[in-house]
């Protein structure tokens, strides 16, 4: 079929559909404009049959180099998100949005050769902080004729607006989901998510006296495409997800205007785990069989460690079959903060361990574990490439209690803990 028949065949095709007139200038106006206008060739064969249906599928934009830039070619731009109509109560108002349009492309720190086309207003709205407006424009490496699906998205705020916080992002972020953190304090979050239900925010994970935790969580206010909340002083515990926080979730990229632009690219990051296996202790006369089961798993379902915790690391294992019939392992733990803590998992077969908290793990001390036992069964001392005695009483006599794991009385209430031939040192088990 030549151009001729293709044209003939598309006329009879759309014969009876009438477009919305609205449709085209609200894409022209959003996406184009000024320098490009020159340079821009539009595909528009399709425009009357998506005005009907109100579906757009692949938006092809052939968009060229804008002046002064040093790329070469062509690029292909094919995600309809850099022309899909703005929405948010301030979608309508053109004096707004083509305020933050113009701020976008005067204050975004990335070279002009790196843009494609112009700035894109993705939604615009008024919030408790005034108004904000989200702009994006899709970006590539200078020289690059083609197009990976790169963006830069933005937020700008105020009445003249002003940019306050950039990332760059793919059509994936959308999908789960991108949270903005900027205003004093970084205290004020503004939500983007193709999710149908708002996004829930949770500051922090609380520890409570039994050093079980647990996160709790708020929606997040529904702007009409986008959503925002007010947060307290964010901390790295801070999280957001898209679903159901206790079950099916997807977690929301943060990023934070204090960390912005020297950090412009700010996702979720879980560290490389550390090849450095743990180290293993036994008390003596422990069956050589480990604990059963998955050990973060495990502690996540007691309540011990935060589900959505980046980091998790298994610093120190120790085993102890005692004379009592009791088999228990004590673990050290290290994740998302610096602090240390020992969890006391007593076996069962099968992997059905009952966990208890053991004892946090103080800076500079020799003794790694000091975990009461449950039903007084006494304490389980653990001290690397140290011998161990304890007492009951400072005015009481010493008594020997072993190399390196110790199972020492209720009563006990000091180690004194020799590496090495050195000094011995003293520390209180309670």
């Known amino acids: 079929m030549d151009t001729t028949e293709l044209a003939r065949a598309m006329r009879a095709a759309t014969a009876e559909i009438r477009p919305d007139p609205a449709f085209v200038p609200a894409v022209l106006r959003g996406a184009w404009r000024r320098r490009l206008r020159r340079r821009i060739a539009i595909t528009v064969a399709l425009t009357a049959v998506v005005a009907a249906t109100g579906t757009l599928t692949v938006t092809v934009l052939r968009v060229s180099a804008q002046d002064g830039q040093d790329n070469q070619g062509v690029a292909m731009v094919t995600d309809p998100v850099y022309v899909t109509p703005a929405r948010g109560q301030l979608a309508s108002d053109e004096t707004f949005t083509e305020a933050a349009t113009a701020a976008f ?32 424009q899709p970006v590539h490496q200078a020289g690059e004729a083609g197009w990976r699906g790169e963006g830069v998205v933005g937020v700008l705020t105020g009445s003249q607006p002003k940019l306050v916080v950039a990332t760059r992002f793919t059509a994936a972020d959308l999908v789960t989901g991108l949270m903005f953190l900027y205003g004093p304090g970084d205290k004020t979050a503004l939500a983007l998510s193709q999710s149908p239900t708002a996004p829930m925010v949770s500051p922090n994970w609380i520890v409570a006296d039994d050093n079980r935790g647990r996160r709790y969580w708020d929606p997040m206010v529904d702007g009409d495409g986008a959503w925002w909340t007010r947060v307290p002083d964010p901390t790295a515990g801070l999280r957001v997800v898209a679903g159901d926080p206790n079950s099916t979730y997807q977690e929301l990229r943060v990023v934070r205007a204090a960390k912005w632009p020297a950090d412009p690219v ?18 003596p006369g422990t069956d050589q069989a480990q604990l059963e089961g998955d050990i973060r798993s495990q502690l996540t379902d007691a309540g011990f460690l935060d589900p959505l915790a980046r980091s998790f690391r298994v610093e120190c294992v120790v085993d102890a079959d005692l004379p009592t019939g009791l088999k228990v392992t004590a673990v050290e733990i ?22 208890t908290y053991g004892n946090p793990v103080t800076p500079g001390s020799h003794l790694l574990v000091r975990a009461r036992l449950p039903e007084d069964a006494g304490w389980l001392l653990a001290a690397r490439n140290t011998h161990l005695r304890y007492r009951t009483d400072p005015d009481q006599p010493w008594q020997d209690a072993g190399d390196e794991v110790a199972w020492v009385p209720a009563a006990a209430t000091q180690a004194e803990l020799t590496t090495d031939n050195r000094e011995p040192v003293v520390e209180n088990i309670t």
Request: charged share 10%.
């Open 334 to 355: 290290s994740g998302d903060s610096p602090d240390h803590n020992v969890y006391l998992a007593v076996r069962g077969d099968g992997g059905n361990n009952t966990w």
């Open 105 to 136: 492309s005067n204050q975004l720190p990335v070279p002009a050769s790196s843009r494609l086309g112009q700035p894109h207003v993705y939604w615009a709205g008024a919030t408790d902080a005034g108004k904000i407006a989200v702009v994006m």
């Open 266 to 283: 700010q996702a979720p990051v879980t560290p490389e785990p550390d090849p450095t296996p743990p180290v293993a202790l036994t008390f």
